[in-house]
């Protein structure tokens, strides 16, 4: 049992969204309790005067699905591992983008591929388990700082039953596909996601999401998704997922939501005007943004689809071909109907390199420069990274235009979410310094938010949309999930050349009531866990 505690002094903002007030903060049993039944002769009283008391937040989309279950010393964990909790992150959302570390293959002859798939996209710590149970009885042995929990992976889904066949679901296996998400809901994951862009979802039907969503609806699970397009087709991407939604009744939430793009500038006004019209209909959509103009993902998603076919081994037979680079090359400037074309909506000169193992010199370098150096063509220069890196390269796309992403980050619907890949070389600052930028930069510098609104996006509404029961509102009897900070000084340091740099301003960050983090140093507190979702609990839009 963990020492009481009392905040002195600070300026509590509850989560709610109501106007912040000064008051002391009591926290004992892991929960938050009357300041006044607090015995202060044996509890440990911190001063927080000229401070802000908050929930800790909810990163509601991360790629850190197993960065705690890699080896190394859980005494003395990396940087990677809690770059989150440094920002005041209490809570971690994985299983995004389509991808989770679950469930394991259905059938035996995808198992390879599939670990194969998980491991190079998540790390060696991404060995596929069985199901949600096994996710959690994994992070719960890991010792964690802060907690986790993760949607199912309509990709991993996918690649379990029916492997990297490039074609749709056959009725036998779109039953197979909902009875596993039904078992995986059932067990307490959070919801479900699609990654549209990226294989084996790309593949997927309207009507497969449909019949997905049937069930996400009965269990008031949202669907989370990356929509097939946020470039040049981004519009008609968002009426798919309103469409999933309006067909099946399940709550929908959109990921990273951009316009991205040289032909995309401007498109926020319509995408969001869209969302709007939807709730007006009835329709329980909500979407989360980063704060950055750039973002960041696996190098071979830059590919045309169908070079991912079968899986990873097949893929590098396809980027040692001549005649396959030579389709490639041609695609990414013709493009395909249904296609994101992310190098043809920018050029690889917007490309950079983030994580190249064995090729460090080429990390925070464009494509474009690195061809250049090299004497190759950018395509030929591409596949080849990709086999001498065994397909574990990341890249940062510099897409996006900052009106857009301000629009979307101000909008009524939106939640924030850091989309962090911690992988190492150097990642995409987002994983050290979303809330902390969102907090220093857009509240205090811009005005783009109010401190209230802000901690609400990031605390209360994602605890209602995700179902996590008990968190996300300063209030007795709710877990003390707790991020002081200094909304003078918050702020943060991350950089593309440098984006490890911690946040300034986050002081105290407590898990359970257990002081994990103080002034960015580990306690060596590690109460941290894997959450289930609150059954049937529906979300505040």
């Known amino acids: 049992m963990s020492t009481p505690v009392l905040l002195r002094g600070g300026t509590v903002v509850d989560g709610t969204g109501r106007p912040s007030r000064r008051a002391d903060i009591g926290l004992a049993g892991g929960l938050i309790v009357d300041a006044a039944s607090i015995d202060r002769s044996t509890a440990t009283v911190i001063d927080v005067g000229g401070l802000v008391v908050s929930p800790g937040f909810i990163d509601v989309h991360t790629h850190s699905d197993a960065v705690g279950l890699q080896s190394g010393d859980a005494a003395a964990p990396s940087d990677l591992v809690i770059a989150a909790a440094r920002q005041g992150v209490t809570t971690e959302i994985a299983g995004n983008c389509g991808y989770s570390i679950f469930p394991s293959a259905h059938h035996p002859e995808f198992e390879s591929s599939l670990r194969e798939f998980s491991e190079t996209l998540l790390g060696t710590g991404a060995r596929p388990g069985a199901d949600i149970a096994d996710f959690r009885r994994r992070h719960d042995a890991s010792r964690r700082l802060n907690n986790i929990t993760s949607l199912v992976g309509h990709s991993t889904m996918r690649a379990a039953v029916m492997g990297f066949a490039q074609r749709a679901a056959s009725r036998a296996e779109t039953d197979e596909l909902c009875a596993v998400l039904d078992a995986q809901l059932r067990g307490g994951a959070v919801g479900w996601s699609s990654g549209l862009i990226y294989p084996p979802g790309t593949y997927a039907t309207t009507a497969e999401l449909v019949a997905l969503g049937r069930v996400s609806a009965a269990h008031a699970a949202p669907y989370v998704t990356h929509l097939r397009d946020e470039m040049s087709q981004v519009e008609a991407a968002l009426q798919e997922a309103l469409q999933v939604a309006r067909q099946s009744g399940t709550s929908l939430h959109v990921s990273h939501h951009k316009t991205a793009g040289r032909f995309s500038a401007g498109k926020s006004v319509h995408t969001l005007a869209m969302m709007d019209e939807a709730r007006a209909d009835g329709i329980d959509v909500t979407c989360d943004v980063y704060p950055y103009v750039a973002g960041s993902t696996h190098l071979h998603a830059l590919l045309p689809p169908w070079v991912a076919e079968g899986g990873f081994r097949s893929m590098f037979q396809r980027l040692a071909d001549p005649a396959a680079r030579e389709r490639m090359r041609t695609?990414?400037?013709?493009?395909?109907?249904?296609?994101?074309n992310t190098v043809g909506n920018g050029g690889w000169d917007r490309i950079d390199v983030a994580t190249a193992a064995t090729r460090p010199s080429a990390e925070g370098h464009s494509i474009t420069l690195l061809a250049a150096r090299a004497g190759r063509d950018p395509v030929d220069y591409v596949c080849e990274l990709l086999q001498a890196e065994s397909g574990q390269v990341t890249i940062i796309?510099?897409?996006?235009?900052?009106?857009?992403?301000?629009?979307?980050?101000?909008?009524?619907?939106?939640?924030?979410?850091?989309?962090?890949?911690?992988?190492?070389?150097?990642?995409h600052p987002r994983w050290a310094g979303t809330f902390a930028r969102v907090l220093g930069r857009y509240v205090r510098e811009l005005g783009v938010l109010e401190l209230e609104d802000a901690v609400h996006r990031m605390t209360a509404r994602p605890a209602a949309r995700f179902g996590l029961a008990g968190r996300g509102?300063?209030?007795s009897g709710k877990v003390a999930d707790i991020a002081v900070f200094d909304p003078d000084t918050v702020l943060d340091q991350a950089t593309f050349q440098d984006p490890m740099l911690h946040p300034l301003g986050v002081h105290h960050v407590f898990v359970a009531g257990q002081e994990v983090l103080r002034r960015q140093r580990p306690t060596g507190a590690t109460p941290g866990a894997a959450l289930h979702r609150l059954a049937g609990i529906r979300s505040l839009a």
């Open 473 to 475: 509102v300063l209030a």
């Open 397 to 427: 796309s510099h897409s996006m235009d900052e009106s857009d992403m301000r629009r979307v980050l101000a909008h009524p619907g939106t939640m924030v979410g850091s989309d962090g890949v911690p992988k190492g070389g150097k990642p």
């Open 331 to 340: 695609e990414i400037v013709t493009g395909i109907a249904g296609w994101e």
